[in-house]
């Protein structure tokens, strides 16, 4: 029991230095993605958005760049399910319901866009070379590209004083935040491409 006692404050004693190192070093990913996010159109949106998996992006640009879209595409199906909710309100009209389900069509496209984004990163590790890791950012590109155009393209849909209202103003909100978000990317995925 004695030998138990002191076994704890020894345990404690040898993790300190790790500890505390540990704390030293959590600044530096930080300090990575405020660093990165400098030449995003929102920085502080990459930022905010970003700093919660510092520790996985450690100082790894593809690390970041997969997080960025997982983060997208995360914020993508939340933003779905939302416009997708608002197709069951009462008293709809004719307009705004149409405008809610080509929402939802676009919604989905850029979930799926941005799904294509995140599966075609994991191809780089299954083929090694220039030319596929070319082709692979290529499709990547284009993907978050079209992604933010289906984004734009939802609430072009409610455009006009016709659909001026609450919902209106609710799937404007959340397709802006979804927007920065994404918009964020390429600017994320160039340096990256740039540097291989």
């Known amino acids: 029991m004695a ?3 002191l076994l704890f404050p020894a345990a404690l ?3 300190l230095p790790y500890l505390s190192g540990a704390a030293g070093n959590a600044a530096a990913p930080t300090s990575f993605i405020k660093s990165s996010c400098k030449s995003p159109t929102y920085p502080d949106v990459c930022v905010a958005s970003l700093s919660g998996y510092a520790q996985a992006i450690k100082n ?7 997080t960025a879209l997982s983060v997208s595409l995360d914020k993508a199906q939340s933003t779905k399910g939302f416009v997708s ?27 799926n866009r941005l799904s294509r ?23 990547v590109k284009t993907w978050v590209s079209a992604a933010i155009t289906d984004e734009k393209t939802c609430t072009d849909g409610f455009a006009g ?3 001026n209202g609450k919902i209106k103003a609710s799937i404007k909100s959340h397709i802006a935040n979804l927007a920065q978000v ?4 390429p600017a994320l995925i160039n340096p990256y491409a740039a540097n291989h």
């Open 3 to 5: 030998a138990a006692k």
């Open 13 to 15: 004693f040898l993790s």
């Open 60 to 66: 790894s640009q593809l690390q970041l760049v997969k």
């Open 85 to 111: 909710k608002l197709l069951k309100f009462k008293g709809l009209k004719p307009r705004e319901y149409a405008a809610i389900k080509d929402c939802v069509e676009e919604t989905n496209d850029s979930v």
């Open 117 to 139: 984004s995140v599966n075609e990163l994991k191809g780089l590790d299954r083929s090694p070379g220039k030319a596929h890791f070319q082709w692979h950012m290529s499709n």
């Open 161 to 163: 004083r016709a659909l």
């Open 182 to 185: 994404t918009s964020n990317a």
